[in-house]
């Protein structure tokens, strides 16, 4: 488990939900994929931890992919050094085999349900399902206030703010993040990721203390847009030959949270928990003369955004309660001594 990284595969925006199931795993490294499909409760994410489990004994890194609707359930597990990715093929991500049978397998784990013992239950799990729904549309809800609101206050610090000042700490900053070297490539890569995501416990970060040798920390406002600032930071880095991880912002689409260039054991962050090498403090941009006519209206909107923000959490805290209810409809009419028989035929297929 010590080798393993942790990150988000997908989350819930304003918007809808935001992927990064494309990217799991790199075309050209990708040697089986393994596509797992079934209902609440028939064990799709103690299946992938049992493969995460046998692949970290084997000496294998590897990267869990959490559920972002349930920060303690496994969407995918990902070994780039043994080619195998292990997902969660269901809706609201919902994949399908590419190259059948050559390289990707799905395994239906519904086949070890009792349908016929099942069915009688069909309106509970119908409304249990419809409950779950209106549960997640309201979640979607309250972001998008929060999202009005940090988008609004957003533009009215970019209007204060001294560009000059600005272009002159992202030079520094660039200068100081590739002043030292690491390999490089012909051709950088772009891959997205997610490591911030709502979820029925709040607002978590998967970003870690010792994750990476070096840590940067961009000061800024609370909502403070340096979305531009780690764009030039990743267009010059792939400049020089690096790839280039960008964090997505699941709150605020299209934006980026942090940058990781993993070739220089570096990460470039705007979280404030952190242990931190250096800090670029781009708040100091926003001269506090401009700043002051607008403090009183960016408190007032930074205290509805945690509000909408905490109601967001508690609806998908809700949604996660009529999820496991849904599970307890499944769990007893599944065959679990044939689930393990699919278990079993899938690690033996790992060898081939």
């Known amino acids: 488990m010590s080798t393993a990284r942790a990150l988000f595969p997908g989350a ?16 050209e490294k990708l040697r089986r994929l393994l596509i797992l499909k079934g209902g609440p409760g028939v064990g799709k994410s103690t299946f992938m931890r049992r493969i995460h489990a046998l692949l970290s004994s084997q000496g294998e890194e590897t990267t869990l992919y959490f559920c972002s609707g349930d ?29 059948p049978g050559a390289r990707d397998s799905l395994i239906n784990l519904g086949v070890c349900l009792d349908e016929p013992a ?40 970019c209007a204060c703010m001294d560009e000059a000042h600005v272009t002159r700490l992202q030079g520094v900053l660039i ?23 709502v979820t029925p416990k709040g607002e978590l970060c998967l970003l870690t203390d010792g994750a990476q ?28 030959g ?20 993993p070739a220089l054991h570096t990460l470039i962050t705007t979280n404030e928990t952190l242990a931190c090498e250096q800090t670029f403090d781009f ?28 109601h967001a959490a508690a609806a ?10 849904l599970e307890t409809f499944y769990v007893p009419n599944m065959d679990f001594a044939r689930w393990q028989t699919l278990l079993d035929e899938t690690v033996a297929s790992l060898k081939d």
Do not use: N
Not at 218 to 226: E, I
Not at 316 to 325: G, I, R, T, V, Y
């Open 175 to 197: 200068a100081a993040v590739l002043q030292v070297e690491g390999e490089k490539r012909d051709t950088p890569a772009v891959r997205p990721v997610i490591t911030d995501a």
């Open 213 to 240: 040798q070096r840590v940067i920390r961009l000061g800024r406002h609370f909502v403070m847009d340096l979305t531009p600032v780690l764009r030039a930071l990743s267009h010059a880095a792939q400049a020089a």
């Open 316 to 325: 998908m805290a809700q949604a996660k309660q009529l999820h496991d209810e």
């Open 118 to 157: 099942m069915r009688p239950r069909l309106p509970h799990i119908k409304a249990c399902m419809a409950d779950h729904a209106a549960c997640s549309q309201r979640a979607r809800a309250y972001m998008r206030a929060a999202w009005a609101l940090r988008r609004d206050s957003a533009a009215a610090l």
């Open 71 to 99: 920060p303690d359930s496994l969407d995918a597990v990902a070994a780039p050094g043994a080619g195998i990715l292990i997902l969660d093929g269901t809706a609201p991500h919902i994949v399908d085999p590419v190259i």
């Open 242 to 261: 690096y790839d280039v991880e960008e964090h997505l912002s699941p709150m605020s689409p299209g934006s980026l949270l942090h940058l990781t260039i």
């Open 283 to 310: 708040a100091a941009c926003v001269p506090a003369a401009r700043l002051l006519r607008r403090e009183c209206a960016l408190e007032q909107c930074r205290t509805d955004i945690v509000r909408h923000m905490q």
């Open 12 to 27: 819930m925006g304003p918007e809808g939900f935001i992927s990064c199931f494309d990217h799991l795993m790199p075309e």
